[in-house]
């Protein structure tokens, strides 16, 4: 017997180190694998000793795993080139989704010229030149605009196969720790068996460190069954969480082809009224600055037979009915800057002969820009003063009675129609400037439910009511 570790010949061939205690001439092979709580697996082969008594003394000391440990090895050799295989996959489409990134970036940089180009062109005199310049640069803007949506789509449906791929990952790893969990719970119950066994050998003066050895490869069960569960769990977590984000970029590319229609819109729109304009204008300065100054005209006696009218309508107002004045009522209907607030135009800043108050407040923006609903409700009306009063305006009403405003729309998201059911937060239209506007922004009024009612007028539906100050609702 050679005692500690001793070179194993075949022949002249070194194939080994013998496990320590056994001689070299031997030709048994010995399969030994074994999974650690840390999931790492070992694999031995060694050359049992010619010895039958000292083969049985080799099997009874390291024989005595189950073949279903051996099995989970076989398992996880073969899951473990799928998984690679995937991995390869979800770094492919993490490739693509940055360079979908960099180019949004690219064309965010082009459409901040474009808008450069707008805001200097409407800050200037209002001349036909620079009215058909502003024109030109907004519909060059929605094009390159939709390019960006189109790019986020894509890049969308790549996030989308991306957590396919994972959520398929952690339904397989899910399956494959049940199956584990399972062939551990029936091996332990097979130990309780082969304790009681032991129990009788040890009482027949066997070996001790058969029993010690039998009690510390339970125990090894025991804590591989602890690391299965646990496992486990982190699984089904991470896939509800990925569940969760799938839906959400569901949502996402379903608004986002929402969207792409509704630039296409707006784009038909600008090009609609610059066609328009050269057509009634007949290319000439003179012509444009007649047809502004009639427009005006008639643009002002509208907003004053709106005021003269809402005037009475808000004072039949019972504060009783309505929801008390407190932040969160309602929630903001659109992403940019409030231009104008709510009440007396020598308050807010905008003044002329005929425009004396302000009957909801402005949010400034591009045209496009994602229009949401400020609350839970049903589309109440919609109509087009275009090119007075709102242009295009949608109401929706509310379950606290407020109907709430949102006007100089270039588009109507899909599906809207009266009687829509809408949420908050859901993308009802998008931004414009049409109605009487000098740039693109969201007119958004409050009334109170009871007082809301719409007129027909030459110009079209007009909408009407009980205003109330949307501030004292909104975040």
Known sequence: MMRGGSRIKIGKEVIGTSPSGYSRGAYYFIFHAYILPESAIRIYFFVAPKSKKCYHEVMRRHFHIPFYLILFATLSMHAFFPSLLKAGILDDIKREIQQKEAEVLQLEAEKKQYEGTITQKRTQQRTLQNTIAALNAEISRLQVQQKITVTQISSTELSIRALGTQINQAESAIAKNLYRIGAVLRTLHEQ???????????????????????????????????????????????????????????????????????????????????????????????????????????????????????????????????PAFRPGVLEWPAKGIMSQAYGNTSDTGFINDAYEFHNGIDVANHTGTPIRSARDGVIKAIGNNSPYAYGRWIAVEHDNNLTTLYAHLSSYAAGMRVGTAVKTGQAIAYMGATGYATGPHLHFTVYASNTFLTQDRWFGLLPLGGTINPQKYLP
Request: hydrophobic content about 30%; proline content about 2%.
């Open 192 to 322: 309780a068996e082969t304790h009681r066994t032991l129990v009788s050998l040890m009482l027949a003066n066997q070996p001790l460190s058969a029993f010690l050895g039998q009690l510390t490869y339970t125990q090894s069960l025991e804590e591989e069954l602890f690391d299965q569960t646990q496992l486990l769990t982190k699984t089904k977590k991470d896939l509800e969480g990925e569940k969760t984000s799938l839906q959400t970029e569901q949502q996402r590319l379903e608004e986002l082809h929402d969207r792409l229609v509704a630039e296409n819109g707006a784009k038909n729109s600008q090009q609609k009224q610059k066609n328009q304009l050269l057509t009634s204008t007949r290319n000439e300065e003179k012509r444009y600055q007649q047809l502004l100054k009639d427009a005006e005209k008639q643009r002002l006696e509208i907003l004053k037979d709106i005021k003269e009218l809402e005037d009475k309508l808000r004072r039949t107002i019972d504060p009783e009915s309505i």
